[in-house]
């Protein structure tokens, strides 16, 4: 009875814990259309083997309501067409060579288009995000508003079935940064767009003092706070989503396994806790109906049955608001956790043990921090 009990009070507080960690999700503005002059923006796209991918953000840059002043894609030892097509739409191409040890290669890059950027504000961007016409105005007019670095995690589109498996990936991401909480902790920033005034990146030591972080987002955030310099976080929407790991089942397992454990270290221990809670309620429910059906306990196995539906129902809420996950995927999300669950003590495992991880066709050390 007493552990019939302590089970039930998890599921509960989990429940409760889910008004808090998601009390509300700060969307973008909306668009004013009476400013008459905006700062020059060099957009800076570190890119390693996106020749998928590059060529539609490329075009998407191209369509802008609002003019840039530089296109920068850096190069990063891409062993794909990504530089010539990157050439071909009219972005400034850096072909980066000799990374330095310490390094991650994504902070490298990053360092290395901003160090010729000439704009006013820097907006890095991920290869694989998406921009419709008014995306760009919408994040500088943001940032005018919010008079601070402003950064956005996009709206998650997914096309095959595989993909459905990011969704609890998403929602611990924002949860663990604090994003969505009635006082926002905001504990770091989101890397696939970083709007940030030049000035104040070259403040923090721009990435050269995340260079060893294989979150270099989440790094570069307590960076701005160290120096007190605010930001402001933001969920995207149709006018600034990505898609995630398209290039299969694998790469998501790799991409989640290198970020999930570093991210879950910078995370403030009371919003870990009640994560830690949110996600233990998720997994009791649907153990408690397969052990109340095997021992044809009818009252308990209804009373869990309802409690099944209603998380079905938090998550379709929830889910909406992060991207375009399935119905079906939801419904089944058992399935996702467990897969949800082995990525994250893979990652943790691998993290405690210094075990390397593959990105990219790049070895990562995950307890160095130093990638080959």
Known sequence: MIRMIIEF?????????????????????SIQENILKYPSISVIIPARNEEKNIALLLKDLKM?????????????LSEDKTSQIASKYGARVINIKNK??????KSWAAQNGANIATGELLLFLDADVRVKKDGIKMLIQTYLKEDCTVSVQ???????????????????QISANGIALPK???????????????????????????????VEDMALGAELKKANIPFSLFIGNQNIYFRMYSDGFLALLQGWTK?????????????????FLWISSLISVPVQIVKFAILQNWPLLITCSALYIIWVLILIFLSKRVGNFKIYSIIFYPILMFVTLCVCIVSMFKKIFN???????????MGKKHEK
């Open 100 to 105: 330095p040890n310490g390094w991650i290669g």
């Open 184 to 214: 926002p902790k905001n504990t770091g920033l989101y890397g696939p767009v970083i709007l940030i005034p030049k000035s104040d990146y070259l403040k923090i030591g721009g990435h050269e003092s995340v260079r060893q972080s294989i």
């Open 355 to 365: 075990i390397k991880v593959k990105w990219k066709g790049r070895t990562i050390d």
């Open 154 to 172: 996009p709206y998650h589109k997914t096309n095959k079935m595989y993909e459905q498996f990011s969704m609890f990936f998403n929602l611990i």
């Open 9 to 29: 009070t998890i599921v509960i507080l989990g429940m409760a814990s889910t008004f808090i960690l998601y009390f509300h999700f700060p969307a973008l503005p």
């Open 64 to 76: 802008q309501t609002i003019a840039l002043h530089e296109i920068i894609c850096v190069n990063d």
């Open 259 to 275: 970020n999930i454990s570093s991210g879950a270290t910078r995370t403030p221990l009371i919003v870990f806790i009640m994560v």
